[in-house]
Every structure is written in structure tokens, then in C-alpha cells.
């Protein structure tokens, strides 16, 4: 699908799966890859679940947190995505790859998984549409939510242990690190997109 070619922000999030879905019959491939993009918090791994079981997060490339400087840790360039390219493009044509597990709690590549093939492929993260993953993605999808909400999602993560930091070192990331380096590259990404959804309910993350 060219970029833009189905240009249609939907207001609504939950209705934007149903455009999604309706998109993926329009293609007709044995196989689409989509992509979703959007900042911390916005909801991308909520639906990335509800598109399909096989989901690449590029959390998952991330670098090693203790060897990149503070800033710069979630800048794409420091980022495995020419590995996550070549399993997009593996998984198109129906093969089985093997992803790697990047831990919350410890900040770095844990161990490894294997990843089957769907009919719907999903790849989910901040940095979904950048560089080498775009080329292989069938459908872009930009998801967006007030900061607001977005940190309030983060925060009961937090309360409750699932990233393993505590509320006070993720605000410092959050506010140092996850929005600053996320908004360079927001505009890029949302022109790309082929359509917008706006998830200001609380709907989880």
C-alpha cells in the first residue's frame, strides 16, 4: 500500500480496528504486514493484540540500556532494526524466524523466542515505521493521545511492577527521554501513516 493511499484519520479507536481489518481484506495478500507507530503510552500493544498473535515489538531490538548513553536510548539508530527488517521480511513469505526478548526490568536482550507467521503480522513500537522496517509494512497505522493520558497509562505500569522501574525513574524517563527523542521523529511518522486513530479514552497501553 503506497503511503497515504487511504488517508482516513478515524477519531474513534476502536472503530480504527474495524478500518483496519476492512483494509486487510481490500489488500488481498496472504500475508499483510501492519504497522503501528505512536508515542509511549499510546496504545500500540493494546491493539497490535487485537490485530493478531504474531506481533513484533521493536522494544525487543532495543540496545543493551548500560551501553548507550542516557539520552540516546531510544533513538532508532542504536536500535537492532535491520534484524527486525529481515524478519518481517522472512515471516512475509511464511517463514519462522526467531526474535529476540528485551526484559523491562533488566534493560537488555534476555533470550530469544520463535515467531510463526499469521495472516495479519504486526509490527508495534515507537520507532515502527523507521528506516528499513517501512518498505515492509502493507498498512501504517499512527496512533496518538494527549500526554496526559499517556503518562497516566505508564504510571499504573509502574504501580503495579510490570516495567520494574517505579514511578519516579519512568516520569525521568518519560519527561528526559521518551518524549523529546519520540518528537523528532512524530511528524515524519505521521505523514506516512495511512491512517490516524486518537486514543484518548483509557483504554490500557
Known amino acids: 500500500m503506497a ?12 472503530e480504527g480496528i474495524d478500518w483496519i481489518q476492512s483494509q486487510v481484506v481490500r489488500i488481498n495478500k496472504p500475508i499483510v504486514t501492519v504497522g503501528i507507530a505512536g508515542p509511549v503510552g499510546s496504545g ?3 491493539l497490535a493484540r487485537e490485530l493478531s498473535t504474531c506481533v513484533l515489538s521493536t522494544d525487543d531490538y ?26 518481517l521480511e ?7 524466524v526467531v526474535s529476540p526478548i528485551w526484559c523491562f526490568h533488566e534493560h537488555r536482550v534476555v533470550a530469544t523466542r ?6 495479519v503480522i504486526v509490527c508495534e513500537g515507537i520507532h515502527a515505521f523507521y528506516g528499513p522496517l517501512s518498505q515492509h509494512l502493507d498498512i501504517k497505522v499512527f496512533i496518538d493521545a494527549s500526554r496526559d493520558v499517556r503518562w ?24 528526559a527521554v521518551a518524549e523529546p ?6 511528524g515524519a511518522y505521521r505523514a506516512m501513516a495511512n491512517v490516524i486513530l486518537v486514543n484518548d479514552r483509557h483504554i490500557e497501553a
Open 3 to 14: 503511503d497515504n493511499e487511504f488517508l482516513q484519520p478515524v477519531h474513534e479507536f476502536l
Open 181 to 186: 527523542t519520540f518528537a523528532r521523529y512524530a
Open 90 to 96: 522472512y515471516l512475509k513469505t511464511g517463514a519462522k
Open 44 to 46: 500500540k500493544s493494546f
Open 62 to 87: 532495543l540496545p543493551d540500556y548500560d551501553k548507550v548513553a542516557y539520552e540516546e536510548r531510544d533513538l532508532p539508530e542504536h536500535a537492532d532494526f535491520q534484524s527486525l527488517a529481515h524478519n
Open 114 to 119: 520463535p515467531v510463526v507467521p499469521e495472516p
Open 152 to 175: 497516566s497509562r505508564w504510571e499504573r505500569l509502574e504501580e503495579t511492577g510490570v516495567r520494574g522501574w517505579g514511578v519516579e525513574k519512568a516520569r525521568k524517563f518519560f519527561d
